[in-house]
């Protein structure tokens, strides 16, 4: 899943869309990750409105002419490949070829799974396109070889770097070499402090007790929940109070400023991952027309609000110097006590931190639930656990609860940890992880791959293989994260692949896994969460992060034991 550190609803800031009206763009956030290329979308499809609609017969010409189009570019990629290797090769091997870009647009509602299909005919394999072959891995052997072995010969490139900078700037998630390893420096304290982690925690209950309320609410008056974006308003709040220390409330829809900043930044990322299928882009940001123009403008909000922040940070820092009283418990605040702190690195630094922070723990949380409605027994065989390791039978007021889910009980909850693993195994919020081969190579398997290349490890997809799981791969059973003592058992990451390995390696691991458990402990022991419609059919939508298509729709119940007060 994705680095706190490092799948939309039909629902945005707490409304439905109406027929006619357009979602807004999803958040791209993860390190290292490129977007399908070449995938033939128009910017509006791409952002997930179709825009006014064409007539029928002009609508079918357009499609017409687009899979002609696709077929004759899919044809010459091919030749020209295929004589280009044939001359240069030599005594080389190169990975098979599993189809082409085209085989992707056409998938493209189910791109995933088809990547898995030909995952299952051939550990790596390439995809061709027009300007390099693209290398997609299931092979954990490539994989530690990608993320640890050779390590410093798969980068982000100049390439990721020049799509993502305007956005997010000399972040950790855009830059490689020196930048890359102060800044992972600096990250890899902060996040190691026992100060974050008790701030943190104290800050994760806040809010679920906040999300419980309103989940009882629903409860009550048996209304059907979208549990996917309430996940998602949570945890952006936690991300701002504890990243930043701004209670940006966007639970409660009571700071305006702050919500239009959410959706600026929405946008504004949107807009940035649509570079990658864009191929005017370049001239379009010169003269700040079209979707570049759009960019600009959502940038200016998502600066302005970002700089604001920073200033106002920095003069209660100066005004507090002489009083030792006042905690700076935030990220923000520590890097503003670094000397000649600029404001542009610092807002490098929490543009980074919001993007990866802001979706994947919501999107992990929202399969788990689903995962949980699909199977009672492991929903109840969680909720015991809970309750057996809190000890809290006796206890009715969800305050009083909260301080029983304690650093010392969430550890003791393996049965918990191992069904959040299970979901991230066959659900992981990145689905795929690219990274730039640097130069000429030779990977374990024995093929080559050519410097340029875009060299992808699929973590959905190995969730989902026999030759790593076994025949029970694509079974939810959290008991295969259970030695025989009953304890949670870990799994090699080059294996199970969620959180990175090597020295990219997530360094928000614990802290999502924290969020998750004090979150899945709170709304579990007070409540029983059902779909809304039996036998309903959820799908993930095709972006980056692995958001739940439309959200999720559950009705929940109180437990007869538990009074929410």
């Given at each position: 899943m994705a680095c706190p550190?490092?799948?939309k609803s039909s629902y945005y800031c707490g409304?439905?869309?109406t027929k006619n009206e357009s979602q807004p763009p999803r958040n791209p956030g993860i390190e290292g990750v490129l977007p399908y290329p070449s995938q033939g979308w128009s910017e509006a499809e791409f952002r997930g409105y179709s825009g006014p609609s064409l007539t029928s017969k002009a609508s079918s010409?357009?499609?017409?002419?687009?899979?002609?189009?696709?077929?004759?570019?899919?044809?010459?990629?091919?030749?020209?490949?295929a004589r280009k290797l044939h001359q240069k090769q030599g005594k080389k091997t190169y990975h098979p070829i599993g189809g082409t870009v085209f085989h992707q647009l056409v998938n493209f509602n189910r791109l995933h799974d088809y990547m898995t299909d030909l995952a299952g005919k051939h550990k790596t394999y390439r995809l061709i396109s027009p300007f390099r072959s693209e290398v997609y891995t299931s092979d954990p052997a490539n994989v530690e070889y990608m993320l640890k072995t050779n390590f410093e010969n798969y980068g982000k490139g100049w390439y990721n770097?020049?799509?993502?900078?305007?956005?997010?700037?000399?972040?950790?998630?855009?830059?490689?070499?020196?930048?890359?390893?102060?800044?992972?420096?600096?990250?890899?304290?902060?996040?190691?402090?026992?100060?974050?982690?008790?701030?943190?925690?104290?800050?994760?209950?806040n809010n679920v007790i906040k999300l419980s309320k309103m989940v009882s609410e629903a409860a009550i008056s048996n209304k059907p929940i979208d549990v996917q974006d309430l996940f998602m308003k949570a945890t952006l709040d936690s991300i701002f109070r504890v990243a930043f220390g701004v209670d940006l409330d966007t639970m409660c829809g009571s700071n305006e400023e702050g919500a239009k900043f959410s959706n600026a930044f929405d946008d504004a990322s949107a807009l940035t991952l649509w570079r990658y299928v864009d191929i005017l882009w370049k001239i379009k940001r010169t003269f700040g027309i079209g979707s570049?123009?759009?960019?600009?403008?959502?940038?200016?909000?998502?600066?302005?609000?970002?700089?604001?922040?920073?200033?106002?940070?920095?003069?209660?820092?100066?005004?507090?110097?002489?009083?030792?009283?006042?905690?700076?418990?935030?990220?923000?605040?520590?890097?503003?006590?670094l000397s000649e702190t600029d404001p542009k690195y610092l807002r490098d630094i929490i543009l980074n931190f919001i993007i990866a922070g802001k979706d994947t723990t919501a999107t992990t949380l929202s399969w788990f639930i689903y995962m949980l409605c699909k199977h009672p027994l492991v929903q109840e065989k969680v909720a015991k656990e809970i309750k057996d390791v809190t000890d809290s039978k006796d206890v009715v007021n969800i305050s009083d609860f909260a301080t029983s889910?304690?650093?010392?009980?969430?550890?003791?909850?393996?049965?918990?940890?191992?069904?959040?693993?299970?979901?991230?195994?066959?659900?992981?919020?990145?689905?795929?992880?690219?990274?730039?081969?640097?130069?000429?190579?030779?990977?374990?398997?024995?093929?080559?791959?050519k410097k340029g290349d875009m060299v992808a490890y699929q973590a959905y997809a190995m969730g989902r293989m026999r030759f790593i799981w076994g025949d029970d791969a694509e079974d939810f059973r959290p008991e295969r994260w259970i030695d025989e003592n009953g304890c949670f058992q870990q799994e090699s990451p080059f294996k199970f692949t969620a959180f990175q390995a090597g020295p990219r390696i997530c360094l928000g691991k614990e802290f999502a896994y924290?969020?998750?458990?004090?979150?899945?402990?709170?709304?579990?022991?007070?409540?029983?969460?059902?779909?809304?419609?039996?036998?309903?059919?959820?799908?993930?939508?095709?972006?980056?992060?692995l958001h739940i298509d439309g959200g999720l729709s559950v009705r929940a119940f109180n437990r007869s034991d538990m009074k929410l007060t």
């Open positions: 550190l490092q799948m409304r439905p869309f010409r357009a499609s017409m002419a687009m899979i002609i189009l696709c077929i004759i570019f899919s044809i010459i990629s091919i030749q020209l490949l770097y020049s799509i993502l900078k305007d956005l997010l700037g000399d972040g950790i998630f855009t830059v490689d070499g020196e930048k890359w390893r102060e800044q992972r420096k600096v990250s890899s304290y902060e996040f190691s402090t026992r100060v974050l982690r008790d701030f943190s925690s104290v800050i994760f209950r570049e123009g759009k960019l600009k403008k959502n940038l200016r909000v998502v600066d302005e609000f970002v700089y604001k922040l920073i200033s106002s940070k920095s003069e209660k820092l100066h005004e507090s110097q002489d009083d030792p009283c006042l905690k700076k418990e935030d990220i923000l605040s520590r890097f503003l006590q889910v304690s650093e010392e009980n969430l550890e003791k909850m393996h049965y918990l940890h191992a069904a959040l693993t299970e979901t991230l195994r066959l659900y992981p919020a990145v689905p795929v992880d690219a990274k730039v081969c640097l130069s000429d190579d030779t990977m374990p398997d024995g093929y080559s791959v924290r969020q998750m458990k004090i979150f899945s402990a709170l709304l579990l022991r007070f409540f029983v969460f059902k779909l809304s419609h039996e036998g309903q059919t959820v799908k993930y939508r095709t972006m980056i992060n």
